[in-house]
């Protein structure tokens, strides 16, 4: 036995109780009978990591089977490409939110409007970007709770008609120890969005305008104003049924949305999307942590399905094809369960995604 093995089976036998062995193309492969594998993993994982070795715990025929393999250093990342999309990115939701100001329905409703246009249209981005920093940062909040690496964010441009972005994506630089940690770095990031979406969103409410229904049908007339393409559940709420008594919203009115309730409406639609367990998306991360693979893919295509029927496809053809060449590779230790408060808080999820649930097409109900 070569010193890479002697020095990794002392320490693996120092961790669990070993049933039985075996050397696989100079990697060494354990069948353990230890129950409480949580804790005894985590202590596992940190010894090893040291000397550039990494575990893996798989459950394979009724057996709890732990593999020992050599630390890869993880690929060098050109920060430029950070900068470049996040550049990209400012300028999509900014041409986009020129789009929505540019039509001149505000001018018509608010003399003053045209005078403060930058300053509309600077708040629409900085909003923007409020919403999708939160998301982020909740990702990053629960990495560092774990000790975990990750990359700076890399942001998405998107189209005009949906804000301007399709939100971003961190890089795990470090692998996922576990159930828990998986959970909670895809259940935080869209929760604090989510609850950044309903304050942005309040914010423009408050900052929208009152007018009667007839001067909006004669601005739709003029191609100056246009109902939104969709509306998230959670901000139609807010408008019908906490605004419109706020403001004592007669029958016969309507509310036109200032940009910075379009920023919301952006938040929310992100989230709704960010929540459909399909794949490698949060709400994938959040079901693989309580399900096992064949599962989670299960899900994962009921989750495509439905971005089909409510008219997202092209984000439904990006989330299948993820799907059919790269499986969700699961935690490194994929034999602990998620832990009882975590799986208490999986309604969550699904609370969050019916909130924010937006459909293209008016036929579809759910």
Known sequence: MDLFLVEVDEIVRKHFAVIDWKVQHGTLAYVI???DTKERFLKLYLELDKKSYIPILRSENGKKVLRIFRKQDPPKRNPLWNIALLLATIVTVAFAGYLFIAAGVYDVIDPTFSKYRALHLLAYVASIFFVLGIHELGHKIACMKHGLKSTPPYFIPGPPMIGGSLGAVMIQETPILNRDQLFDIGLLGPLLGFI????VTFLGFSLSYV???????ALSEQGLASP????PLLFTLIGTKVIAPLLRLEADQAILIHPIAFAGWVGMLITFLNTLPAGQLDGGHVVRAALDSKKHTIVSVIA???MVMTGFIMMA????LILTTRTHPGPLDDVSPLSSSRRALLPLLLIICG???TSL??????
């Not at 097409?361 to 759910?366: E, G």
């Open 361 to 366: 097409f008016d036929f579809v109900v759910f």
């Open 196 to 199: 950044a979406s309903i304050i």
């Open 355 to 357: 909130l924010c649930y």
């Open 317 to 320: 053809v990006v989330a299948l």
């Open 304 to 306: 495509i399905a439905v």
């Open 228 to 231: 939104l393409p969709a509306e």
């Open 211 to 217: 007018i009667p229904n007839e001067v909006i049908e």
């Open 33 to 35: 009978g230890d129950k």
